[in-house]
Every structure is written in structure tokens, then in C-alpha cells.
């Protein structure tokens, strides 16, 4: 079946320090890829996608890159804020699923002042 | 105003009582979503609903009900509450067109414990 695995938390960085959270899939047809992230009392939100190989998603100064050969869609940022502090999901969807989105666990982010 | 809310946002309840928990959207989305969070277990789906006269399981459906009332309207409910199913529920949905499918939309989600 389909699964997302992300690396697990919590993630303790200073401000301005630079992010990666590791996210490696395995789906049994072609996804899209998506980061999703839940700040504090609020639902998830999505942060960014990419639907073929080799497409950068990026918003707000966060990139993922799908990664056919290696199955992987790490979420970066150079430069950390404060306001970024939040949990973050991976998650996958295999076309034509009926399942719609696969999520992994989730990695919580706490950025410090 | 927010486009997916859910009812009630917190709920306290005993084992073996009837919880229902309501999700409305006024983004005229088709499809509807209920997904329960657990910690260090990401999201899991209940059931989905593709429109009106559509439902469908998810992976976790056991012990939970769902109903379709309109376009915009999708019922949750526990039809006897156990311990195990405390914990934070989401609604979402997702829209029309094969890219629109592609994102969905969450409500602010529900915190449910039974005791």
C-alpha cells in the first residue's frame, strides 16, 4: 500500500538556522506529493506540491523537490522564523485513488527567538 | 468567515454516549473528508464522501457513522463512545476539477475526549 515516512520530531532550531525534514514515500502508482503545515489550534493548511517528477514546490520561502529515483520530498527553508513554529506533514496522492491523501506523521517544528 | 467549520470544537463525554460532530463549507466543494489525528500517527481517514449520495469508507471506519445531509454539510458520529477515540478530529474538503482535487481545505478541527 501507500505510506509516507517522515523523520520523526520534535526539531529545536534557532532563528535564522536552516530546515530539513526528511519525507521518503512508497505508493503503488504515480503520486503527487504535498507538504502540509498545522500551526498551533488550527487545521493543516497546504504549504506546497508538486505532481511529476523533478517539480519544485515552494511557498513562503520553503521548497520540496519530488525525487523519482530516490522517493523522497525533503522540505527545506534557509532561513527559519520564529512564526514558522507549526507541525508538518507529508503526504501523498496516487492518481485516480480513491483514497485521496496520505499522510505521514508529522514533525513538530519549534523555532526559537 | 471561516470556509470549512466544524461543531462543536470541544467535547467531553463518557463511554458508551452518542457524539455527533458537524462539519459545514461554504467553498461549494464536492467532495467531503473526515480524518481523526492521533499523536505520532499523522492523520487517518473515516470516511469520504464524493457527493451527496456517495459515501465511503476510509481506513479507521469502525465504531463511527457519517451522514451527507446536503452538498455542504458532513455528520461525524460515535454511536458509542469508547476511550480510544479521544482525540482530534478534522473535516476537509476538495473541489471540482482534477487539479482542484489535489488540495484540500481543513476545518479547525474538533477535540474529542471520552472519558
Known amino acids: 500500500g501507500d505510506s509516507v515516512t517522515q523523520m520523526e520530531g520534535p526539531v529545536t532550531l534557532s532563528e535564522e538556522a536552516f530546515l530539513t525534514i526528511n519525507c521518503t514515500y512508497t505508493?503503488?502508482?504515480?503520486?503527487?506529493l504535498f507538504w502540509y503545515v498545522q500551526y498551533p489550534g488550527e487545521g493543516l493548511q497546504l504549504l506546497l506540491k508538486?505532481?511529476?517528477?523533478?517539480d519544485k514546490g515552494s511557498n513562503k520561502g520553503f521548497e520540496a523537490t519530488y525525487r523519482k529515483e530516490t522517493t523522497s520530498f525533503h522540505l527545506e527553508k534557509g532561513s527559519v522564523q520564529v512564526s514558522d513554529s507549526a507541525v508538518y506533514f507529508c503526504?501523498?496522492?496516487?492518481?485516480?485513488?480513491?483514497?485521496?491523501?496520505?499522510f505521514g506523521s508529522g514533525t513538530q517544528l519549534t523555532v526559537l527567538p | 468567515d471561516a470556509d470549512v467549520t466544524q461543531t462543536p470544537r470541544n467535547r467531553i463525554t463518557k463511554t458508551g454516549k452518542r457524539i455527533m460532530l458537524e462539519c459545514s463549507q461554504t467553498?461549494?466543494?464536492?467532495?467531503m473528508y473526515w480524518y481523526r489525528q492521533d499523536p505520532g500517527l499523522g492523520l487517518r481517514l473515516i470516511y469520504y464522501?464524493?457527493?451527496?449520495?456517495?459515501?465511503n469508507k476510509g481506513e479507521i471506519s469502525d465504531g463511527y457513522s457519517v451522514s451527507r445531509q446536503a452538498q455542504a454539510k458532513f455528520s461525524l458520529s460515535l454511536e458509542s463512545a469508547i476511550p480510544n477515540q479521544t482525540a482530534l478530529y478534522f473535516c476537509?474538503?476538495?473541489?471540482?476539477?482534477?487539479?482542484?482535487?489535489?488540495?484540500?481545505?481543513f476545518g479547525p478541527g474538533t477535540r474529542l475526549t471520552v472519558l
Open positions: 505508493a503503488t502508482g504515480y503520486p503527487s
Open positions: 508538486a505532481t511529476k517528477a523533478d
Open positions: 467553498k461549494g466543494h464536492d467532495r
Open positions: 464522501s464524493f457527493d451527496v449520495k456517495d459515501i
Open positions: 476537509a474538503t476538495s473541489g471540482q476539477g482534477a487539479r482542484s482535487y489535489n488540495e484540500q481545505f
Open positions: 503526504a501523498l496522492r496516487v492518481s485516480g485513488s480513491a483514497r485521496q491523501l496520505t
